[in-house]
């Protein structure tokens, strides 16, 4: 198994840019998540899905699209990319709440 | 306030030391996580627990639901634990995922 993998591991975007960071397992877990990791800060959950079309936002979703189409595929959409979203980002999947974490994309915003 | 707090921040070991990791929550919890994230940034799940104590290895994970505290001890420390320790809380309700997270220890165990 692959686990969770994550494309791209890095990215440098400008201001206003669009962008999808990807995002897939292939452990058949319902549960999926987004986080970024900033520094002096703990992990933030941005998005998360439940199943298969089933989609819900955490605590910083602003920004930020996601969808769920398949059990597999998670994708992070950034609409408009800001200086403030430069972060690193990490995926995840759950199983019976053990927690499979993505290798993160760093993204540097211009 | 954070709902989760972790000390110390920073701990500096000599390898072979007794390490302990203090995690605090203020929120009710389903369960208690502990991650190790590497240098290179990837992130381990090591512990998930909801009472008692747990051990795997040289880790040993330790949770009060009355006092709303969990430890994270390292026996025989060495410098491949050398790594970042994340403490974190879920509430879950109707979704399994949905984690809040301290600010981590920055363990760094010297040879």
């Known amino acids: 198994n692959a686990g969770v993998t994550q494309t791209p591991k890095f990215q440098v975007l400008k201001t206003g840019q669009s962008m999808t960071l990807q995002c897939a397992q292939d452990m058949n877990h319902e549960y999926m998540s987004w986080y970024r990791q900033d520094p002096g800060m703990g992990l933030r959950l941005i998005h998360y899905s439940v199943g298969a079309g089933i989609t819900d936002q955490g605590e910083v979703p602003n920004g930020y699209n996601v969808s769920r189409s398949t059990t597999e595929d998670f994708p992070l959409r950034l609409l408009s990319a800001a200086p403030s979203q430069t972060s690193v980002y990490f995926c995840?999947?759950?199983?019976?709440?053990?927690?499979?974490f993505g290798p993160g994309t760093r993204l540097l915003v211009l | 306030k954070n709902e989760v707090e972790q000390s110390p921040q920073n701990l500096t070991a000599q390898e072979g030391e007794f390490i302990t990791i203090n995690c605090s929550y203020s929120?009710?919890?389903?369960?208690l996580h502990w991650l190790q994230q590497h240098p290179g940034g990837g992130i381990v799940s090591l512990f998930m627990l909801s009472s008692g104590k747990k051990k795997h290895g040289r880790l040993i994970a330790t949770i009060n639901i009355q006092e709303k505290h969990s430890s994270l001890h390292i026996t025989a420390s060495h410098p491949r634990d050398s790594a970042v320790y994340i403490c974190a809380v879920g509430n879950y309700g109707g979704s399994q995922g949905n984690l809040i997270f301290g600010k981590g220890t920055k363990l760094s165990v010297k040879p």
């Open positions: 929120v009710g919890i389903s369960a």
């Open positions: 995840a999947s759950s199983n019976r709440g053990t927690q499979y």
